[in-house]
C-alpha cells in the first residue's frame, strides 16, 4: 500500500492541525495505521495508532486529550486531529500501515509497520 500524508504546516500554540492519510493500491481496511513523528533533533515516536475496523485505537501519554485518531475506510483515508498543539509538538509527522488478521488489534511498534508515508512538517510556534 502506499501512503501520502498532506496536511502539515506552520501554526501557533494552542492551535489545531488535521493531518490525513490517504492509501493507494490496496485496500486500507486491512492495515492498522499508525502515525510516527520524529522532532528535531530526536528518533521517530510513536503518536496514535488505529485498528482495521476502528474500534480501538491507542495514543502516546504525551498527546492523550489532545491527538484523535480515525479513519474513513469507504475513502481509505485516516486522519490526526490535532488540538492545543504545543512547540514540542513540532515534528515530521509520518502515516505508516501494518499489515493485519485482526480488525481490533493496534500496536505501537515500529517493527511491524512496512508502508510509510513520505512526511509532513508540522511547526508550532510559541
Known amino acids: 500500500v502506499q501512503l501520502q500524508a498532506p496536511g502539515g504546516g506552520l501554526v501557533q500554540s494552542g492551535g489545531s492541525l488535521r493531518l490525513s492519510c490517504v492509501a493507494s493500491?490496496?485496500?486500507?481496511?486491512?492495515?492498522?495505521v499508525g502515525w510516527f513523528r520524529r522532532p528535531p533533533g530526536k528518533d521517530r515516536e510513536f503518536v496514535s495508532a488505529?485498528?482495521?475496523?476502528?474500534?480501538?485505537?491507542t495514543d502516546a501519554d504525551s498527546v492523550k486529550g489532545r491527538f484523535t485518531i480515525s479513519r474513513d475506510n469507504a475513502k481509505n483515508t485516516v486522519y490526526l486531529a490535532m488540538n492545543t498543539l504545543k512547540p514540542e509538538d513540532t515534528a515530521v509527522y509520518y502515516c505508516?500501515?501494518?499489515?493485519?488478521?485482526?480488525?481490533?488489534?493496534?500496536?505501537?511498534?515500529?517493527?511491524?509497520?512496512?508502508?510509510w508515508g513520505q512526511g509532513t512538517l508540522v511547526t508550532v510556534s510559541s
Open positions: 493500491g490496496r485496500f486500507l481496511d486491512r492495515y492498522i
Open positions: 488505529i485498528s482495521r475496523s476502528g474500534t480501538t485505537t
Open positions: 505508516a500501515a501494518a499489515r493485519s488478521d485482526s480488525e481490533s488489534y493496534v500496536t505501537t511498534l515500529i517493527g511491524p509497520y512496512n508502508s
